[in-house]
């Protein structure tokens, strides 16, 4: 529910009448009312062979050796050698390595190690630290150079011919159907040195080593493919505790018969099916909170293979009202709460770049303080399931200032109603937020001005949502450090995402890239980026409206307002300036700009190039090499937004964009005035320009925001939950800080019992 809706008052020292939450303990116990599975074997160990030359992206299933030459290294008391005729080198196939969501073992079979030259010969791996008895060692061999033909190996151990003919693949995606071997050996204390050595001949004349197991089945006597997939955690419980399982048969074992395990620890698994004869089933007890494992065993006869365990989450709405392809970023939900006390940048406990880069695992940061934190340096995210809820600080809240707080890589993180104005007292070339490369991550109702460079930025990134933010003012002539003196630089922001969702934002008086399409070239050298785009608006506009290019962008129902600035007469202009690989293309509709077409007027002429004014989108060619169509009818995917009409949105981003908890501060106040007034109050220093400012002191500098401190009874028992809250969730698959923190979020007021409150609404309803 948001200002443009309703407005709660919230009872101060009453019992608040909210639904409770169903303990998970219910759905824990009815898991461990089954058969346990199996243990798997003690000495199971997986290692990944990870080269320098390869990007530095650990897989959590698997420990990691980083080989640059001969060396050895020890992992669970098992040393591993490794010696070969050569110099050991590496590599990577990034269009697979580097996939956003591994769960295949892309990131395993897509590097390794191999010989430099063809005339190395063999690798020889030597293990010592097993215990005495039989043992088994599967090995990944997949090339990552594109090879045409691999060589084939032949394997000794202990000096015994154990495999020959062995095949490697080239390219290949996943563990399954990657080339690799499996062998079994005999130690006969855990003092043996057992050498392995592959031999290679034919082909490219090379070994290539990705990964190995010890001790684990033959994938041959292993399931395939599993759904949920390893590591995914956006499964759609559909509103129940189920969900359906399914996998392939192994390749090696007729006649095979399935036992299904679950669990919410990978080592205590409870049974689901036994005797299974079919490669489906359902998986029951589950949740939105819970993280999941589970595991399918292969039965042939008397023999039973032990399979892998895969982790999987039910996915959940980040909190009620989020939307796009961020939807459903986990935040911190399940973990700890870790409290920002001091406004002061450092490393400390109580600050909040202790909180975001220093405090480790699931979290959920919660602020006790209020007034102006001045950072020292960039506040980067690089980690995941972190909740950022500025919302929850007393006073006039958090800003922000100095230099920017953003993601960087992030994975399910959540952001809101932040306020980020970094000026210019860093002396630096710096920006304001920003999502680069992060997975799954939403910042919703967040406030960003006075940058230098872009205010916002998400190039590379993947289902990410920004909605109901505020960016205004980015600063136009002042001293970007890439460019010579008097450049005009101030944008708004480039946005990019594989889907990036941008809805509902307010751009007020910036020059240029409001927004611009940075959908750059995917890992094959192909245009990327698909992006929605819908009702937002944009108002006083500079030079430049909305322009640049992506793989697929819908541009749906956004409301450009022309101020004393403004200058083009279209809302997009989709420009062709690289002749790469694939195609750059848009769906255009119910955009308008006032006084030049309207939502019901032609979006798009002769396929973008038949009218270039007064119309929603055009295109701008200059690489001459554009043959294909480049707009259509339809859109390329679904939003998963709640979609208006243009002149609606603008009535609900005027009234609900930018931080407003704790409060709307003054300059944003002043911005949705300006916007719904048409006017502008201040104007650049150096350019002259009308409301689109050089420098902070164009408009007084930073407006005071007074120091706050929670007083202790606020929440006696520091769970990070104010005491007068019942402990509701707010909804079905949250939990109660949640719930608090998310009410947090919404317009509200305290009164006494029996006390009344009068409420400007024309201030939270901007647009009337």
Same mark, same amino acid.
């Given at each position: 529910?948001?200002?443009?809706?309703?407005?709660?008052?919230?009872?101060?020292?009453?019992?608040?009448?909210?639904?409770?939450?169903?303990?998970?303990?219910?759905?824990?116990?009815?898991?461990?009312?089954?058969?346990?599975?199996?243990?798997?074997?003690?000495?199971?160990?997986?290692?990944q062979f990870y080269s320098p030359a390869a990007r530095d992206l650990p897989d959590s299933d698997w420990s990691r050796w980083p080989v640059s030459a001969w060396g050895s290294?020890?992992?669970?008391?098992?040393?591993?050698?490794?010696?070969?005729?050569?110099?050991?080198?590496?590599?990577?196939?990034?269009?697979?390595?580097?996939?956003?969501?591994?769960?295949?073992?892309?990131?395993?079979?897509?590097?390794?190690?191999?010989?430099?030259?063809?005339?190395?010969?063999?690798?020889?791996?030597?293990?010592?630290?097993?215990?005495?008895?039989?043992?088994?060692?599967?090995?990944?061999?997949?090339?990552?150079?594109?090879?045409?033909?691999?060589?084939?190996?032949?394997?000794?151990?202990?000096?015994?011919?154990?495999?020959?003919?062995?095949?490697?693949?080239?390219?290949?995606?996943?563990?399954?159907?990657?080339?690799?071997?499996?062998?079994?050996?005999?130690?006969?204390?855990?003092?043996?040195?057992?050498?392995?050595?592959?031999?290679?001949?034919?082909?490219?004349?090379?070994?290539?080593?990705?990964?190995?197991?010890?001790?684990?089945?033959?994938?041959?006597?292993?399931?395939?493919?599993?759904?949920?997939?390893?590591?995914?955690?956006?499964?759609?419980?559909?509103?129940?505790?189920?969900?359906?399982?399914?996998?392939?048969?192994?390749?090696?074992?007729?006649?095979?018969?399935?036992?299904?395990?679950?669990?919410?620890?990978?080592?205590?698994?409870?049974?689901?099916?036994?005797?299974?004869?079919?490669?489906?089933?359902?998986?029951?007890?589950?949740?939105?909170?819970?993280?999941?494992?589970?595991?399918?065993?292969?039965?042939?006869?008397?023999?039973?293979?032990?399979?892998?365990?895969?982790?999987?989450?039910?996915?959940?709405?980040?909190?009620?009202?989020?939307?796009?392809?961020?939807?459903?970023?986990?935040?911190?939900?399940?973990?700890?709460?870790?409290?920002?006390?001091?406004?002061?940048?450092?490393?400390?406990?109580?600050?909040?770049?202790?909180?975001?880069?220093?405090?480790?695992?699931?979290?959920?940061?919660?602020?006790?303080?209020?007034?102006?934190?001045?950072?020292?340096?960039?506040?980067?995210?690089?980690?995941?399931?972190?909740?950022?809820?500025?919302?929850?600080?007393?006073?006039?809240?958090?800003?922000?200032?100095?230099?920017?707080?953003?993601?960087? @890589?992030?994975?399910? +993180?959540?952001?809101?109603?932040?306020?980020?104005? $970094? *000026?210019?007292? =860093?002396?630096? %070339?710096? #920006?304001?937020?920003?999502?680069?490369?992060?997975?799954?991550?939403?910042?919703?109702?967040?406030?960003?001005?006075?940058?230098?460079?872009?205010?916002?930025?998400?190039?590379?990134?993947?289902?990410?949502?920004?909605?109901?933010?505020?960016?205004?003012?980015?600063?136009?002539?002042?001293?970007?450090?890439?460019?010579?003196?008097?450049?005009?630089?101030?944008?708004?922001?480039?946005?990019?995402?594989?889907?990036?969702?941008?809805?509902?934002?307010?751009?007020?008086?910036?020059?240029?890239?409001?927004?611009?399409?940075?959908?750059?070239?995917?890992?094959?050298?192909?245009?990327?980026?698909?992006?929605?785009?819908?009702?937002?608006?944009?108002?006083?506009?500079?030079?430049?409206?909305?322009?640049? @290019?992506?793989?697929? +962008?819908?541009?749906?129902?956004?409301?450009?307002? $022309? *101020?004393?600035? =403004?200058?083009? %007469?279209? #809302?997009?202009?989709?420009?062709?300036?690289?002749?790469?690989?694939?195609?750059?293309?848009?769906?255009?509709?119910?955009?308008?700009?006032?006084?030049?077409?309207?939502?019901?007027?032609?979006?798009?002429?002769?396929?973008?190039?038949?009218?270039?004014?007064?119309?929603?989108?055009?295109?701008?060619?200059?690489?001459?090499?554009?043959?294909?169509?480049?707009?259509?009818?339809?859109?390329?995917?679904?939003?998963?937004?709640?979609?208006?009409?243009?002149?609606?949105?603008?009535?609900?981003?005027?009234?609900?964009?930018?931080?407003?908890?704790?409060?709307?501060?003054?300059?944003?106040?002043?911005?949705?005035?300006?916007?719904?007034?048409?006017?502008?109050?201040?104007?650049?220093?150096?350019?002259?320009?009308?409301?689109?400012?050089?420098?902070?002191?164009?408009?007084?500098?930073?407006?005071?925001?007074?120091?706050? %401190?929670?007083?202790?009874?606020?929440?006696?028992?520091?769970?990070?939950?104010?005491?007068?809250?019942?402990?509701?969730?707010?909804?079905?698959?949250?939990?109660?800080?949640?719930?608090?923190?998310?009410?947090?979020?919404?317009?509200?007021?305290?009164?006494?019992?029996?006390?009344?409150?009068?409420?400007?609404?024309?201030?939270?309803?901007?647009?009337?």
């Amino acid at each position: 529910m948001r200002a443009v809706d309703f407005v709660k008052a919230a009872i101060a020292s009453c019992s608040l009448s909210l639904a409770t939450a169903t303990p998970l303990a219910q759905q824990e116990d009815a898991i461990h009312a089954r058969a346990s599975a199996p243990a798997d074997a003690a000495t199971r160990l997986r290692v990944q062979f990870y080269s320098p030359a390869a990007r530095d992206l650990p897989d959590s299933d698997w420990s990691r050796w980083p080989v640059s030459a001969w060396g050895s290294t020890t992992i669970n008391n098992i040393t591993l050698e490794l010696k070969s005729g050569g110099i050991l080198k590496g590599g990577e196939y990034k269009q697979q390595y580097r996939r956003p969501l591994p769960s295949i073992g892309e990131r395993i079979v897509n590097q390794g190690i191999t010989t430099e030259t063809s005339t190395d010969g063999a690798i020889t791996l030597t293990i010592t630290g097993l215990p005495a008895g039989e043992h088994t060692l599967t090995t990944w061999h997949n090339t990552w150079e594109g090879i045409a033909s691999p060589a084939t190996l032949s394997i000794t151990a202990a000096g015994d011919d154990v495999a020959s003919g062995v095949k490697q693949t080239s390219r290949v995606d996943n563990i399954y159907e990657s080339g690799n071997s499996y062998i079994k050996f005999d130690v006969a204390s855990p003092s043996t040195s057992v050498a392995v050595i592959y031999t290679p001949s034919g082909g490219d004349g090379r070994v290539f080593l990705n990964a190995v197991e010890v001790d684990g089945p033959s994938l041959a006597q292993q399931i395939k493919f599993p759904s949920p997939a390893n590591k995914d955690e956006w499964n759609d419980l559909g509103g129940t505790s189920s969900l359906a399982a399914s996998w392939r048969a192994p390749s090696g074992v007729s006649g095979a018969s399935y036992n299904v395990y679950v669990g919410t620890k990978p080592t205590s698994l409870d049974s689901v099916a036994t005797g299974l004869d079919n490669t489906s089933t359902t998986l029951t007890g589950l949740n939105t909170v819970d993280t999941f494992y589970w595991r399918v065993d292969v039965v042939s006869g008397n023999s039973t293979y032990i399979g892998r365990v895969y982790m999987f989450r039910g996915r959940q709405l980040a909190f009620p009202g989020a939307e796009g392809w961020g939807r459903f970023a986990r935040g911190g939900r399940g973990g700890k709460v870790v409290k920002v006390t001091s406004l002061a940048d450092s490393t400390e406990k109580g600050t909040l770049r202790y909180a975001l880069t220093v405090a480790t695992g699931p979290r959920i940061v919660i602020f006790d303080v209020a007034g102006v934190i001045t950072t020292k340096s960039r506040m980067t995210i690089n980690t995941q399931y972190i909740t950022v809820a500025a919302q929850t600080a007393p006073g006039k809240g958090i800003v922000v200032q100095g230099y920017p707080i953003g993601l960087s @890589g992030g994975i399910d +993180v959540i952001i809101r109603h932040m306020r980020v104005r $970094p *000026g210019k007292i =860093s002396g630096e %070339t710096i #920006d304001g937020m920003g999502m680069q490369g992060s997975n799954h991550c939403i910042f919703d109702h967040c406030s960003i001005s006075w940058t230098i460079d872009e205010s916002f930025s998400s190039r590379s990134a993947n289902n990410i949502t920004l909605q109901r933010t505020l960016i205004s003012e980015p600063l136009n002539d002042a001293g970007h450090k890439n460019y010579p003196a008097g450049t005009q630089h101030g944008y708004a922001a480039s946005i990019g995402g594989d889907v990036g969702s941008f809805h509902h934002n307010l751009i007020a008086h910036a020059e240029g890239r409001s927004w611009s399409l940075a959908g750059g070239l995917n890992d094959s050298g192909f245009f990327g980026g698909r992006l929605d785009i819908r009702n937002n608006v944009v108002y006083n506009f500079g030079g430049r409206t909305t322009d640049g @290019g992506a793989k697929e +962008v819908n541009f749906v129902n956004n409301y450009y307002k $022309p *101020g004393p600035n =403004s200058k083009p %007469t279209f #809302d997009l202009r989709a420009t062709y300036e690289d002749a790469a690989n694939g195609a750059q293309q848009y769906h255009c509709a119910g955009n308008s700009m006032v006084g030049h077409f309207d939502a019901n007027s032609t979006q798009v002429v002769d396929d973008g190039t038949g009218k270039t004014a007064d119309v929603a989108c055009t295109a701008t060619i200059t690489n001459g090499g554009v043959s294909y169509q480049k707009f259509f009818s339809a859109p390329f995917f679904n939003p998963h937004v709640e979609t208006q009409s243009s002149p609606e949105a603008y009535k609900r981003v005027v009234s609900d964009s930018g931080a407003r908890a704790p409060v709307l501060d003054s300059h944003d106040a002043r911005i949705v005035n300006e916007t719904v007034t048409g006017t502008q109050t201040y104007k650049g220093s150096k350019t002259g320009k009308a409301g689109i400012i050089d420098d902070p002191a164009d408009v007084g500098g930073l407006e005071a925001f007074p120091t706050a %401190t929670r007083v202790a009874s606020w929440d006696a028992d520091d769970d990070g939950i104010a005491d007068w809250w019942d402990g509701s969730t707010g909804g079905d698959g949250y939990t109660a800080i949640e719930g608090y923190v998310n009410f947090m979020a919404e317009p509200h007021v305290f009164v006494a019992p029996g006390e009344s409150v009068e409420i400007d609404l024309g201030a939270l309803l901007a647009a009337g």
